[in-house]
């Protein structure tokens, strides 16, 4: 049989219910390469061998993980633990929090250029709201180059849900500039700039 014989739609429906067998594999699924995506591709490659020779391309590609739930801490005026998941919760390619960090935080207004952070105090955390003017990874590398330690993004006031955005260019390629800070997306009830705040990843 040629491969334009095979392209039936019983065989279609047969291929994709093996492939979404293959991506929930261990309770896992296949947006990410370490989560069956891999298994899936192999799948495809194996179905076409009979009939041509696959080949792959190598690329190099960031991928996130969460090794621990992060913890945020307010510190002053009175000591209070934020609720994960409820009050906040960490941010996709938000850069390593393997240290504990206690910093003043310091809000800054937009954050969308060298400017905004002209008077934005170096070993702070920055705390920038969300909008449509520029992406939160071009804020976030602005804060890092401005020397905050740490970066909390809260949402606007009708905005109810909290930020699930990633702190990552969608069209990133090897070599290009990753954020390296902690990031955290938070309420924006419990925005301050004059509280202190401790963070804690591990």
């Not at 019983?10 to 990410?32: M, P, Y």
């Not at 990633?166 to 800070?181: A, N």
């Amino acid at each position: 049989m040629s491969l334009p014989e095979a392209v039936t739609t019983s065989n279609i429906f047969t291929h994709l219910a093996r492939l979404e067998e293959i991506s929930q594999l261990n309770g896992l699924n296949s947006r990410s390469v370490r989560n069956n995506y891999n298994q899936s591709a192999e799948y495809v490659m194996a179905q076409l061998r009979p009939y041509c020779a696959p080949y792959t391309q190598s690329l190099v590609v960031p991928v996130h993980q969460e090794l621990e739930r992060p913890q945020l801490v307010l510190e002053s005026p009175v000591a209070s633990p934020f609720q994960y998941t409820v009050d906040f919760i960490g941010m996709r390619y938000g850069g390593s929090g393997l240290t504990n960090i206690t910093a003043r935080v310091s809000e800054v207004v937009t954050g969308c250029s060298v400017a905004d952070f002209a008077s934005f105090p170096r070993g702070h955390v920055a705390l920038i709201m969300e909008d449509a003017k520029c992406e939160l990874v071009t804020r976030a590398m602005l804060a890092e180059d401005a020397g905050a330690v740490a970066i909390l993004f809260y949402n606007q006031p009708a905005r109810t849900a909290l930020l699930t955005t990633r702190v990552r260019f969608v069209e990133w390629k090897e070599g290009d500039r990753l954020v390296q800070k902690p990031c955290l997306s938070i309420r924006s009830t419990f925005c301050s700039s004059s509280l202190l705040f401790i963070f804690s990843f591990s």
